[in-house]
């Protein structure tokens, strides 16, 4: 699809696709685009290495085409960047005659879409017929299907790209709708909690990293062969309309679109010292075996915070059943009867609700001491509003007449041009909603806090005084 999209590119007004390729970003400041010193100040080694994928991916498809294609460099990393921030999952037609037809001047859109999903219809059921028939028939040949896959699903290394009809008739297409790649962002969360998105960034590719408040979302649906962007209220002229682009976290955000949320609803931190309680358990322990009988080991090792810095109910579960003392394990019949809520301090299992408390604080404070501790997150605050201000500079510097081309088109390297200027803006957005989920997390779980604290009290964890 990026091959694709540089064709239409070089191919200029020639091209049937000229109007929308015009009005794409010329370039995109996704992570795989960062330099090494930038990744760090994410102050995230899991996500810089996820950036560094990204990168190798470019220079691998640069390297494999832009010779024999006679591209550049640069070309490929726009299509292939293109796809990743613009790009919508949906089912592959059986046929690409019964896609959306286009409409022509006049025609009424109810008439249209009733004609394609009538068509959409036929061609489903013919895709079936088909696919079971190449399940069956497939599945001796050397690029085989698996005899016991009713759906025919190929197997992806063997598949050829352009074959439609051994693709799955369950596996999802990646499709480029023009048009509806340019609308912002916001999380269906937002509404859900009835509030406005603090930071609703931008719509794909987009350099923002702040926010784009009262604007409405949609409902985007796909089905029989289309896109329908449905709005879920009244729009009144003036106003935006948005859509969510998944209810992803800012290291996804980032590493897609290039821009993350400030206080985002969707951002969870991944606290992967709560291992450290499930390796202490010796292999072959009744223990242990009860944990994997309630699939409880998985909520270790995929252990998370919320955005209100709140750990899963299976995660806290997991730990009161790993660090109960044996008195209480074997009084509450095991980990079963660890699954429950405990009221007071002198309540069976209250010592195991503690203890699990007491670790989720331990790996927080760990992973926040990684990031540079509370103290680093003042210093972000006054960093970030210093970045804004010179940011805000540069930029309307460079909206003028004869601004300063090295620094408004800047490459990234520079400490002063705008590209740097964003980067490090994202940079220092990103790694202070992850201090700030940390330190929520660390004040709900300190022993004596939250979970067994009288409503008349307030305690002081002796952190500095914070929005959280």
């Not at 269906?188 to 009262?214: C, V």
């Not at 705008?418 to 709900?444: G, H, Q, W």
Request: with cysteine; hydrophobic share 35%; charged share 25%.
């Amino acid at each position: 699809m990026a091959l694709a999209l540089i064709k239409e590119k070089r191919s200029g007004a020639k091209s049937p696709w000229a109007a929308y390729i015009a009005q794409l970003p010329n370039e995109y400041d996704l992570l795989g685009m960062w330099t090494d010193d930038q990744l760090v100040e994410l102050h995230s080694p899991k996500l810089e290495l996820e950036a560094k994928r990204q990168r190798s991916e470019n220079a691998a498809a640069a390297s494999a085409v832009c010779k024999p294609l006679k591209i550049t460099p640069k070309d490929m990393y726009w299509g292939l960047n293109t796809v990743r921030s613009r790009s919508f999952l949906g089912k592959y037609p059986a046929d690409l005659e019964h896609m959306m037809p286009p409409y022509a001047p006049g025609t009424a859109a109810k008439k249209t879409l009733a004609k394609a999903k009538k068509n959409a219809k036929l061609a489903a059921e013919s895709e079936d017929a088909k696919l079971a028939m190449l399940a069956t028939k497939a599945a001796s040949t050397e690029c085989g299907l698996a005899p016991d896959d009713p759906d025919g699903t190929a197997v992806p290394s063997c598949t050829p790209m352009g074959d439609t009809s051994r693709r799955s008739k369950t596996q999802p297409a990646v499709f480029v709708v023009p048009f509806l790649d340019a609308f912002n962002h916001r999380s269906n969360s937002d509404l859900s909690n009835g509030g406005e998105s603090p930071g609703a960034d931008s719509s794909p590719g987009a350099d923002s990293s702040m926010g784009a408040e009262g604007s409405h979302t949609t409902k985007l649906h796909f089905t029989d062969g289309a896109f329908q962007l449905v709005a879920d209220r009244s729009l009144a002229p003036g106003d935006e309309a948005t859509i969510s682009y998944g209810s992803h976290a800012n290291d996804e955000l980032l590493l897609r679109f290039g821009f993350c949320v400030s206080e985002s609803v969707d951002d969870t931190i991944p606290l992967p010292g709560c291992m450290d309680e499930l390796e202490w358990l010796m292999p072959g322990t009744t223990r242990e075996a009860d944990l994997r009988a309630e699939g409880l080991d998985d909520a270790v090792r995929t252990a998370h915070l919320t955005t209100e810095g709140e750990a899963s109910p299976d995660l806290l579960w997991a730990l009161r059943s790993l660090l109960a003392s044996d008195d209480e394990y074997d009084a509450l019949g095991g980990a079963l009867g660890m699954n429950k809520t405990f009221t007071g301090i002198d309540e069976v299992g209250s010592g195991a609700q503690l203890a699990a408390e007491a670790s989720l604080a331990l790996a927080c404070e760990r992973e926040l001491t990684t990031m540079g501790g509370l103290a680093a997150y003042d210093e972000d605050v006054l960093n970030l509003a210093a970045v804004e201000n010179v940011y805000d500079e540069v930029i309307a510097e460079c909206s003028l007449d004869g601004g300063d081309t090295d620094r408004c088109g800047g490459d990234g390297e520079d400490g002063n041009d705008t590209t740097y200027l964003r980067r490090l803006r994202s940079a220092l957005v990103f790694r202070m909603n992850r201090k700030r989920i940390l330190a929520k997390a660390m004040e709900r779980y300190t022993p004596g806090g939250f979970g067994y604290q009288e409503e008349e009290e307030e305690l002081n964890y002796g952190y500095p005084s914070r929005p959280w």
